[in-house]
Every structure is written in C-alpha cells, then in structure tokens.
C-alpha cells in the first residue's frame, strides 16, 4: 500500500508538473490522465478510508486556502458565500434527495438525502486553477474560494445528520439545527484557540523553520478537536487559517517569506494526489455499475448530474436578485442613520453611525466615503461574473470521500448493494462535473470576456494612494531622525544621511538607482570612510523606513482605503528590500 501511494502521489505530480509547464489546467489534467491509467494492468487499484482521505487532506489544503484569503473580502462576500455555501447545499441536498427516493424508493428516503448531502458541497481547487490563469475578477474568486471553505462544513453536517437517520437513530429538525449551531460554534470557537496560540508562537520563536513546522501540524489538530467536540473540524481550520493570515503582517518578514512557497508546495503535491485518487475509482465504480441494475444506476447518476448543474444557475441568479432587494433596504437604512447624526447625534436612530464614528475617530487614518460604504453593500456582480459563478460548481475530494466512507458513517445499515449504487452515484457526478464544467469553463470565461482589467485598475490607483501616503509618512520619520543624526554626528552624519535618504525615496518610488546609492554609502561606512557613523546605524535607519511604510499599508486596509490583497503584494515588496538588507 504504501509503495503504491508512493507511485501514484510520484505519477500525479509529474502529470501535474506538465500541465502547469503547458498552461493547462492541472487538476483536470491528472484526472483525465488518470482515468486512462487506471485500465492499465501495472497501476495500482488504492483503497483508502473515506474518513482518513478527509483527514489527510482536508486541514492542510482548507487551512493554505484560508491563510492566503482575504478576511476583509471574505466578511463583504459573506452574503454571497452565505448563499452558496450554506443555502445552495441544503436545497440540493433536498432536491436531489427527493429526486433519488423517488427513482430509487428501496434505498429510504434519510439514505436518499445523504446522497444529496454528499453531492451538495462544489470544490474550488479546479475552478480557482483556471481561475487564477485566466485573471478572472477579484470578487469572483473571493465567493468562489469563499463557499468552498464553508460549504464543507454545511455538507459534512447535513451528511453527520442523515447517517444517523439511515442508521436507525431518531433526529427532529431541532436537533439536527442544534447539530447545525453546535458545529459552528465549537468548530469556530477551536479554530480561533488554534489561531491564536500559533500566531502567538510565530511572534515569540524568532525560527521560521520551526514555526512553520508547527503551522503544517496545527490545523490537522485543530480539525480533530473540532470533530471530537461534535463540532466542525472544517470551520475550525478555516478559522485557524483566517485568523493566522489576518495578523501575517505582525510577524517577521522572514517568516512570511517562508510559508508562501511552503504552503504551495503542500497544495500542489495534496491537490496533485486528490485528482489522481478520483481518477483512479473509476474501475471500481464501473464494476458497481455493471453487477448492481447498470442502466438503472446510470440513469440514476445522469438525472443527479442534471440536477447539480442545472440548480447552481438558476440558484445564484434568483439568490442574488433577492440579496439585491435587501440590500437596498440596508443601504436606505444606512443613509437615514447618517441623516439623523447629522441632525441629532444623541438620537437612538443615529447611535449605530455615531458609535462607530467614535470607534474610528480612535484611529490615525479615517476610511474614505468608499470605504464606509463598502462594509454597508456587498460586491456586484455582473451577469457574465454570475454565468461564471453558475458554471463552476464541480465536485471534488469531500464528495468522492463521503461516499467512500458511506459504509462506516450509516455503520453498515444500508444494504442489498444500497450503498455501492450512492458511492457509484455520487462518483459519476464528481467525475461528470470535472471534466464537463471544468473543460468547458476556460472556453465560458474567454468567451464571455470576464477579466480584472478594472480591478487591476483599481489597485493601481490604491498603490499610488498609498505611495504617496507611504512617502509622506517616511519623509516625516526620516526629518525627525535627521535632527537626532545631525546633533550625534555633526556635519558628517548630514552628509551620510542626506545621501542615505534619498537611496530609500528612490527605493520607494521603484528606482533601479536607489540600490546602488544604498549600496555606496553602506560600503563607505563599512570600510570606515565615514567617521563616527556605522554600518549597523544604517541598517537601522532603514528597517525603521520599512516599519513606517508597512504600518501606513496596514493601517490603511485595516480601514478599508485599500484592499487586503494590494496591502499583501506591497508587503511582499518591503519583504523583499528587507531580505536585501540582510544579504547586502
């Protein structure tokens, strides 16, 4: 077994690595390919517990998802993510329950359900691949890469549900809400804890190897805790992750440089072997099919199939227009409580706006009209971003894993070959998915022309914002340090500083020159041609310009004036002069 994983996770990452040279879609490809490969007689046939493939690979590639997605984005996409991830598996699960209790009444209607509830949840990792290579809008992204990390949680808790039901166990709907809430908030509440102690780590222990290492083993922890507790262990990574990535900023340089090709490395080998492991089912289900009713199991597994993709379309446009009609309920309510502030300030309408002045008054920048606004209205999307959002629901590792694990979860209480036609079910529709949206979606996206050439825009007119705020900023740090230099080293420190300071502005402004003016007046101070000032003064004066700039590119998406993605590329640049410092 474990020389055959071996060869499979060797095989799906050389297929992989070739897609990614070509330009194609990997996680496809390594499907494909492994659909083929699985006919051949030297390939191994791997049988892995349902509940151990989630184990393994859901904590690391939720928790990588997480830690690299935008908080701020997330909590204004909750409203769209809150639809999909949680409204749109529940109906499916009905639907598609009703649909096969209907076309299969000998499996019982909780059986019929948990099929729903196994096919609800799409995965993202295909979508955001082919996303990402096609530059598709920001916000598109967020609520695609958002439902994914929630609509786990809602699918496992529907599944944990109707197992139970299957198995002979009496479940009101007000337990299975109890079953609901408790899953969030235990899941939550573990999740944070996590977050917490790890963040707390990275800043204590000044080793980025060691911590790191303690963030590959943390979210595997926290998601057993979570399920332990009858709670989430989904949501508890997915709240580890949040709540790590929000304070990256805070610790060092050193260490954010180190998980980023960390953290890729782990999802390109896990997504690598996932695909390959779904391909690999394909005899097996094939077998199903052809000893248990093929044709009826067939016909069973296409109307399903219709049913998934059919319903995410018709859901997000009817959803959608509906969070449109309160949503201008909401932003009428907003410009009445800024109406009465402004008359009345003391009035019980205008203490919400009022409060939250307050709160922000305590801040050093104040969020533009924008910014305020922005917490208020959750983000447009056009018709062709939403035909994209419709098409993108493929299935994934948490259906093909609950199947799998079908068996152990309704403890063996579905039989007569029951569960062997749900597992071949719920396979065809992962498959069918994958490779009928995914294939298609590029030839969608290109043809509908849905592309980030306004955002990119966007972030181009924030940069400057910030440049320009940034620059103020340092110019204000860099004169109060110049007095202090000018009366420790006279006339000398002047001159060093002077050129100094205007090595870090032309830094900042994007200037190849500025290196080398840095590069000069360090190698003068090092061999001792500037008497009284060091090398490590210098050092110092520019990690504290750093420190200035990177506060000013926090504060200012902690408000909203800038969006957390353009705060992280501007810290990725800073990281990258103060890695230059340490090897200049």
């Known amino acids: 077994m474990s020389v055959d994983l071996i060869f499979v996770v060797a095989g799906a990452v050389a297929v992989a690595a070739l897609a990614r040279w070509r330009g194609w879609p990997a996680p496809l490809v390594v499907t494909a390919v492994a659909l083929a490969a699985s006919f051949l007689p030297f390939v191994p046939n791997l049988e892995i517990d349902g509940e151990l493939l989630l184990t393994a690979t859901l904590p690391p590639l939720l928790y990588s998802a997480a830690l690299n997605a935008s908080f701020t984005s997330f909590k204004q996409a909750m409203p769209h993510v809150r639809r999909l991830g949680v409204g749109l598996v529940a109906l499916t699960t009905v639907v598609v329950g009703l649909v096969a209790w209907l076309m299969l009444p000998d499996i019982g209607f909780a059986a019929a359900l948990l099929l729903g509830a196994i096919v609800g949840p799409p995965d993202a990792v295909s979508a955001a691949a082919i996303g990402r290579k096609l530059g598709l809008p920001r916000r598109v992204m967020t609520v695609l890469s958002g439902e994914s990390l929630i609509n786990d949680a809602t699918s496992l808790t529907l599944v944990r549900v109707f197992a139970a039901v299957a198995a002979g166990a009496t479940v009101t709907v007000w337990q299975g809400l109890w079953e609901f809430v408790l899953a969030v908030v235990v899941g939550v509440g573990a999740g944070l804890v996590f977050g917490f102690v790890l963040h707390a780590i990275r800043l204590w222990l000044d080793d980025p190897t060691v911590s790191s290492t303690l963030g590959l083993l943390m979210p595997f922890g926290a998601y057993i805790l979570a399920e332990h507790l009858h ?29 980023k090709p960390l953290w890729r490395s782990v999802d390109f080998i896990l997504e690598s072997f996932v695909f390959a492991y779904v391909g690999l089912q394909f005899p097996d289900v094939w077998r199903t099919v052809t000893e248990h009713n093929g044709s009826g199991v067939l016909v069973v597994a296409l109307v399903v199939f219709a049913l998934v993709v059919l319903m995410r379309p018709a859901f997000v446009f009817a959803s959608y227009a509906w969070g449109q009609f309160w949503q201008r309920l909401r932003l009428r309510r907003w410009k009445h409580s800024v109406e009465a502030h402004q008359k009345d300030p003391t009035s019980r309408r205008a203490r919400p706006v009022a409060s939250a002045r307050a709160r922000r008054a305590s801040m050093s920048v104040q969020p533009t009209t924008q910014a305020i606004q922005q917490r208020v209205l959750e983000p447009v999307l056009s018709v062709r971003e939403r035909i994209v959002i419709s098409w993108s629901g493929m299935r994934g590792v948490v259906t093909l894993a609950l199947a799998v694990a079908l068996p152990e979860l309704t403890d063996h209480s579905i039989g007569d070959g029951h569960v062997e036609t749900l597992i071949a079910v719920a396979y065809i529709v992962t498959v069918g998915t994958l490779l009928v949206q995914g294939l298609t979606l590029p030839v969608l996206i290109r043809g509908l022309g849905v592309t980030s050439k306004d955002q990119t825009a966007r972030d181009n007119r924030e940069v400057a914002r910030l440049r320009r705020l940034s620059n103020e900023a340092g110019i204000e740090y860099l004169r109060v340090k110049q007095e202090r230099w000018v009366a420790a080293h006279g006339e000398i420190g002047r001159e060093a ?88």
């Open 231 to 259: 709670g989430s262990g989904v949501l508890a990574v997915v709240a580890m992750g949040f709540y790590v990535g929000y304070n990256a900023p805070r610790t060092s340089y050193a260490q954010r440089q180190h998980d």
């Open 497 to 584: 500083f002077n050129r100094f300071s205007r090595g870090l502005l032309k830094v900042e402004q994007g200037a190849t020159s500025g290196e080398n003016d840095l590069d000069k007046v360090q190698e003068d101070a090092a061999a001792g041609r500037m008497k009284q000032v060091s090398y490590d003064e210098l050092q110092a004066l520019s990690r504290g310009w750093l420190s200035v700039r990177r506060k000013v590119a926090l504060e200012q998406s902690r408000v909203g004036n800038i969006s957390e993605e353009v705060m992280r590329d501007l810290f990725d640049a800073m990281d990258a002069e103060e890695l230059a410092l340490d090897t200049r």
